[in-house]
């Protein structure tokens, strides 16, 4: 379920990780908790997409 979205959650945690890595280069501490809080988001995503598998396996598991 959902690979596309899996997939921009990636990138959106790649391009975080980027964010936190030019404001650690330019010590912009902004940039950098922008980079981490887009980190976070990603992974929370991810997260809620291993629910829904978990969810729609056991519903296809019943069913």
Do not use: C, W
Not at 2 to 29: F, P, S, W
Not at 40 to 59: F, I, P, Q, T, Y
Request: aromatic share 0%; charged share 50%.
């Amino acid at each position: 379920m959902g690979t596309d979205d899996r997939l921009e959650n990636k990138a959106q945690e790649v391009a975080g990780r980027g964010k936190e890595a030019a404001g650690a280069a330019m010590d912009d501490e902004s940039l950098k908790d922008e980079g981490k809080a887009d980190q976070g988001k990603a992974k929370l995503k991810n997260k809620v997409e291993d629910a829904k598998d978990k969810v729609s396996k056991k519903v296809d598991d019943i069913l």
